[in-house]
């Protein structure tokens, strides 16, 4: 035997549970707070961390695969399916639109079964023109059996001819495929008992194992995680995002993906490293709440205080989206394409309405800062 799915007792994977009990309860603690904090914020607020982490998603689950997107049209491409604000000029390629649609059809209807349409309708979508580059790629349909032997790569080396490529596994061979995946979707959707996070973390290793398609296994088991993770959630906003985690840590990624495809059908190891990449992804995620909380208490002390002109408005915010915390007379004139007198007069009465405080120093030249909620 050389790979996981040649065991005679695959699929049936077994873990041992002293070994994750020491991460998976935390993992879980820190999961409810962060949805706590998310849900006390106001629509506006869960929508935007939901925009900018489901933006993150798409980008850095394609970057792990070698795929380059603008984070522009990405943005523009989910605010417009969200029915949120977003730039009608901003043009966003078929393939920056297959791969959003992929993500939010994962995410937004978690709770739908997955089933081989849609898997396929998945794979589809990441390849609108059925092409990767310069090169075909078999969209809508499992990989055949000229493909054989299917070898997993990193990303993109597999079509780098002067990069030596390095071979993680052998995916199973194309007659086995459609078993493969009917026996992991019966899983998928079984109403056992195991917890939904253990769930992402199988699920993943599963798919990305059988390996199905041609050209885009990685970014579909890693929607097909989100799926998963949505489900733990029980909400279709996300407000943490694993792949921008995967992305920062992908040698150890396809390392323990290897590491687990070699062994046997004890994946302990594999479930360990999913569940702390994922803690890692929790933590950056409450760290950047930060901001959208005092984006949030900054609006509540202003609308329970006098109201504000459109010209505040559009200071305060960009102010805000880009986390900083002081500005000068000077600098406001500027981002509100005013007279310096005007932007002293609006200083003035968000300083009176407890938004601003007045540093050290005086006229125009006086600094100020948002205050600490």
């Not at 040698?251 to 302990?268: F, H, K, P």
Request: aromatic share 8%; proline share 4%.
């Amino acid at each position: 035997m050389r790979y996981i799915h040649q065991h005679p007792d695959w699929p049936h994977f077994t873990w041992r549970e002293a070994g994750l009990l020491p991460v998976l309860p935390k993992l879980r603690h820190r999961q409810g707070r962060l949805i706590g904090k998310m849900e006390g914020l106001g629509f506006r607020f869960r929508n935007e961390a939901s925009l900018e982490n489901l933006t993150s998603e798409v980008i850095k689950s394609s970057a792990i695969e070698g795929t380059v997107f603008d984070p522009t049209s990405v943005r523009s491409s989910i605010a417009r399916r969200m029915g949120l604000p977003s730039d009608g000029k901003t043009h966003s390629s078929h393939d920056v639109e297959g791969a959003v649609e992929m993500m939010l059809d994962a995410t937004q209807k978690y709770a739908d079964p997955l089933t081989v349409d849609r898997l396929l309708s998945w794979q589809s979508s990441l390849f609108p023109a059925g092409r990767s580059g310069i090169h075909r790629v078999l969209v809508g349909q499992w990989r055949n059996s000229e493909m054989d032997p299917m070898q997993v790569v990193s990303g993109p080396l597999s079509r780098n001819p002067i990069r030596k490529k390095h071979i993680h596994f052998e995916a199973p061979t194309a007659d086995r495929l459609s078993h493969e995946v009917q026996a992991f979707l019966q899983w998928f959707e079984s109403k056992d008992a195991t917890d939904p996070i253990l769930r992402a973390a199988i699920a993943h290793l599963w798919f990305v194992t059988i390996h199905p398609f041609e050209d885009g296994n990685g970014r579909v088991s890693r929607a097909i995680a989100d799926m998963a993770l949505a489900r733990a959630d029980g909400s279709a906003l996300r407000f943490y995002t694993m792949s921008t985690q995967i992305e920062a840590e992908k040698n150890q990624y396809y390392d323990n993906l290897e590491r687990a495809q070699r062994g046997g059908m004890d994946i302990t190891l594999w479930l360990i490293w999913f569940f702390e990449c994922l803690d890692r992804a929790l933590i950056r995620a409450d760290e950047s709440l930060a901001g959208i909380l005092q984006k949030s208490a900054t609006w509540e002390r202003i609308n329970a205080g006098v109201q504000v002109s459109d010209r505040q408005r559009l200071v305060l915010n960009a102010l805000l989206d880009r986390n900083e915390r002081e500005i000068s007379t000077s600098k406001y004139a500027k981002l509100a394409r005013c007279s310096l007198d005007t932007a002293l007069r609006d200083i003035k009465l968000l300083v009176d309405i407890g938004v601003f405080v007045a540093a050290e120093g005086g006229g125009r030249s006086t600094k100020y800062q948002l205050k600490a909620s």
